[in-house]
Antibody, heavy 121, light 107 residues
Framework: EVQLLDSGGGLVQPGGSLRLSCAAS????????MNWVRQVPGEGLEWVSA????????YYADSVKGRFTISRDNSKNTLYLQMNSLRADDTAVYYC??????????????WGQGSLVTVSS | DIQMTQSPSTLSTSIGDRVTITCRAS??????LAWYQQKPGKAPKVLIY???SLESGVPSRFSGSGYATEFTLTISSLQPDDFATYYC?????????FGQGTKLEIK
């Protein structure tokens, strides 16, 4: 069974940093692209970032480009999102999501349970 | 960026109703569209992908159709477990974008 366990969320001051983790199990992590999607409580879904199976390619939403970095450690079956220069509008639940395939343009077929990030002084 | 516009935003419905949700893309995405269901406090769950393919384990009362810029999600006979929020998503190109969501409420 595919499992994605999000962790690392919490309260951080504006301008601060936080690193989210997503521990994967139940599938061959190194052969799938992965994503981060966020959701402001009570609002819609916003894609944040994607990374290829090898980690060689990554993509970002304009809203986080230059501040967030997606990475992965295939030896540890773990996806990361390093978030720097955090702003109040980054407050959201962050989900990791597995792409269906190692090719791009695929559905997100499994999701973590989410990790709440709150940016506030 | 490709904009995804869903309608309606909210739908008051009853058990047994046939429900149709529409999603429009700002440019052609062929059939690279998915529909997700989300319940409060839970992660989204994929229902339909490739515009019309039913995800394994999803009840057959859910169906999808469309191509290019116009897409629909249909629930043939609404069940109590279906009251949730539904999102369309285009995965044709980056940035991946979602519709704003359609919340099904009990009439």
């Amino acid at each position: 069974e595919v499992q994605l366990l999000d962790s690392g969320g919490g309260l951080v001051q504006p301008g601060g940093s936080l690193r989210l983790s997503c521990a994967a199990s139940g599938f061959t992590f190194s052969t799938y692209n992965m994503n981060w999607v966020r959701q402001v409580p009570g609002e819609g879904l916003e894609w944040v970032s994607a990374i290829s199976d090898s980690g060689a390619e990554s993509y970002y939403a304009d809203s986080v480009k230059g501040r967030f970095t997606i990475s992965r450690d295939n030896s540890k079956n773990t996806l990361y999102l390093q978030m720097n220069s955090l702003r109040a509008d980054d407050t959201a639940v962050y989900y990791c999501a597995k792409s269906f395939h190692s090719r791009w343009s695929q559905k997100f077929d499994s999701w973590g349970q989410g990790s709440l990030v709150t940016v506030s002084s | 960026d490709i904009q995804m516009t869903q309608s309606p935003s909210t739908l008051s419905t009853s058990i047994g109703d046939r429900v149709t949700i529409t999603c429009r893309a700002s440019q052609s995405i062929n059939t690279l569209l998915a529909w997700y269901q989300q319940k409060p406090g839970k992660a989204p769950k994929v229902l339909i992908y490739g515009a019309s393919s039913l995800e394994s384990g999803v009840p057959s009362r859910f169906s999808g159709s469309g191509y290019a810029t116009e897409f629909t999600l249909t629930i043939s006979s609404l069940q109590p477990d279906d009251f949730a929020t539904y999102y369309c998503q285009q995965y044709d190109s980056f940035p991946v974008t979602f519709g704003q969501g359609t919340k099904l409420e009990i009439k």
